[in-house]
């Protein structure tokens, strides 16, 4: 209402102005014409016949002007004399002053001052009416998503009102932004970047390091014992030891100077966990070209320290690898790639140590790489075999059990070892379905030769961790001996000490029932698992092989002397029967028979034979002594 009434004054004001300035240029146009008229038509009068008035006050075109009527017909007055009045019609003059050049080009210049005195009236309108809707919708806007806005034109302009809302919803976006990010990059548990994050900041890392000539170093961080801590507290401690651990890495970046914080999500950039138990540190060796290796040492010592959980210490050390950009690698994945390699190598060094990748290190990745994927062909191809190396007793070299043995004789690399290939089959899954095959290959020979005569002999099958970790192993076995009819109690099951003594209660329990059904238990590579000989009896197992470490070094050290000895006594009064691996010479055989020891397994005896080979040596002159004693006699080769 306002805005229409100031305008309405304007018009008005500006219309006034215009009868005035018209007035006054009638007014010279009056006193031009009785000087010298311009073509004006004239009317005189007689001065009795008429009678001069002056024109009304609200006429103010004609103000100030005498005016003469005739017929209707209004007449100004040019100039009198006793005689006459002479005059003009007063339209005409009207008129001729109206369109008079000076007067028209006044018009225009006052229309155009009117015209641009209106737009602008309407365009300041416009505009604070468009700014009044920005900031209805502003607030509209701000109540949606739950945002106090400081409302009230009286305090503000409309412009300041839209300045203060711009500012609040620019406030929010970029805190929306941050937990955005968070969110979407943050690792959930420890409140690192994740992997995915980590890559992109590598990437970025990585182009400015090409532009400006430095290095750089990617430290990939591996704990080591970390299963051993789920399989023994739950996974809730190990949960919390993830935690500590991002903690006392955050500390080492902050000692040595090398963190980044985003500005955006407030999240350290050169550090990230990237999946289980692994973590990794990005170091820009522009300044130091050593620092990798320091902040990697230090790495090294702050994990090592206790872990204090409740009222249990834990302790743990980590194995690392160390890639340099552009020695090692050029690409994010690359460096990563290499990096993990080196910590591999770190791992099979002896672990809670770091290692530097080098061109070696990635002929040996390359090699396990080839492998894997010759193994994936041999496997679906049956290009393995099993060989089986019998285990006899010490006092009759009467054969107690053979051991399957898995070969691999590669058509280009040749016979590729055990040592070599089991790994790579556990790492990647393979052994599920090679010790598949195993298990019933092992489980068809033995049940030929039962039926031919060996029926106080067994054999024995290794089984690996994670073929208890993914089998219901009692399942699994019970299926495999009813597919090949092999009685229960000609199988013995061979597991290493380091696997049994991580098994869950459920493995455990699997394996009671195994025994249960007459499977014999074995626990291999006795003495290289570090377990309590106290934790023997707790252990479904039934028979010991002594690893064959101390067969080699009994003869030499005391210690290892000893161990054996009390190996042997342990396993008479739990009621286990103990086996001595690696027997390669007559004196270790006489040491261990000396020791009381039941049984013997190594090259002394035998080397791994084809089954073709055993059917030879055993089932052709040892008929009528299998028949009558359900087993047969090894010939060692040397004497005895």
Not at 477 to 492: C, H, I, Q, S, Y
């Amino acid at each position: 209402m306002a805005n229409a009434l100031r305008t309405l004054s304007i018009s008005i004001i500006t219309l006034i102005a215009f009868i005035y300035g018209l007035n006054i240029f009638l007014t010279k146009q009056v006193n031009d014409l009785m000087y010298a008229p311009k073509g004006l038509e004239l009317h005189t009068f007689q001065g009795t016949d008429v009678t001069v008035v002056t024109a009304p006050w609200y006429n103010l075109v004609l103000s100030g002007q005498h005016l003469v009527y005739d017929n209707n017909i209004s007449y100004i007055v040019i100039n009198t004399t006793n005689e006459s009045v002479v005059t003009a019609m007063t339209s005409d003059l009207i008129l001729t002053t109206l369109f008079s050049p000076v007067n028209i080009i006044i018009l225009i210049l006052l229309a155009l001052a009117i015209s641009w005195l209106v737009n602008l009236r309407f365009q300041n309108n416009h505009e604070k009416y468009a700014l009044k809707m920005l900031n209805t919708k502003a607030i509209e806007l701000l109540n949606s998503l739950n945002l106090a806005s400081e409302s009230g034109i009286n305090k503000h302009t409309q412009l300041e009102q839209l300045q203060v809302n711009f500012q609040t919803l620019t406030t929010h976006i970029t805190n929306y932004t941050r937990e955005s990010e968070v969110s979407i990059y943050q690792d959930k548990l420890t409140h690192l970047i994740d992997r995915h994050a980590y890559i992109e900041h590598l990437a970025k890392q990585l182009r400015l390091a090409e532009m400006d000539k430095f290095s750089c170093a990617l430290l990939f961080i591996d704990l080591d014992g970390f299963k051993q801590v789920n399989d023994s507290f739950g996974h809730s401690f190990g949960d919390d030891v993830l935690i500590q651990v991002a903690t006392r890495l955050s500390s080492v970046l902050r000692h040595h100077k090398i963190s980044n914080i985003s500005p955006i999500s407030q999240l350290e950039q050169n550090l990230a966990r990237l999946g289980g138990d692994e973590f990794s540190i990005f170091i820009n060796l522009k300044d130091d070209k050593d620092k990798a290796l320091e902040v990697a040492q230090n790495v090294l010592h702050e994990i090592e320290r206790d872990f204090v959980l409740g009222n249990k210490l834990i302790k743990i050390s980590a194995s690392i690898g160390i890639a340099v950009y552009p020695d090692s690698a050029s690409t994010p994945q690359a460096l990563l790639q290499m990096a993990d390699v080196a910590m591999y190598r770190a791992k099979t060094d002896g672990r809670g140590i770091f290692k530097v990748y080098s061109p070696e290190m990635g002929k040996k990745i390359r090699r396990y790489h080839y492998l894997l994927e010759e193994m994936r062909l041999a496997i679906a191809s049956s290009s393995f075999h099993l060989s089986f190396q019998p285990i006899v007793h010490v006092d009759d070299c009467a054969i107690d059990y053979f051991e399957a043995l898995v070969r691999w004789d590669h058509p280009v690399e040749g016979s590729i070892t055990p040592d070599e290939f089991i790994p790579i089959a556990e790492e990647s899954n393979l052994i599920l379905e090679l010790g598949d095959w195993i298990m019933l290959e092992s489980c068809r020979q033995m049940s030929a030769w039962y039926n031919a005569g060996m029926k106080k002999v067994s054999i024995s099958v290794n089984i690996s961790g994670v073929q208890l970790k993914h089998y219901d192993i009692y399942e699994w076995v019970m299926e495999k001996l009813a597919k090949t009819g092999l009685p229960a109690k000609a199988l013995m099951l061979e597991i290493t000490e380091s696997t049994l003594i991580k098994a869950s209660n459920k493995i455990i329990q699997s394996l009671e029932k195994l025994r249960s059904e007459g499977i014999t238990i074995a626990i291999d590579d006795f003495g290289t698992g570090f377990s309590s000989l106290s934790t023997l009896a707790d252990l479904p197992i039934d028979v010991i092989k002594l690893d064959k470490l101390f067969v080699a070094q009994a003869n030499d050290n005391l210690k290892y002397n000893e161990i054996m000895h009390s190996v042997s006594e342990l396993g008479r009064k739990l009621g286990l029967k103990v086996v001595a691996e690696g027997v390669e010479e007559l004196a270790q055989f006489e040491l261990v028979k000396s020791m009381g020891i039941n049984s013997v397994q190594g090259y002394l005896v035998s080397h791994p034979e084809s089954s073709v080979n055993v059917g030879h040596k055993v089932l052709q002159d040892n008929i009528n002594f299998m028949s009558v004693t359900g087993t047969g006699v090894w010939n060692i080769q040397q004497p005895l």
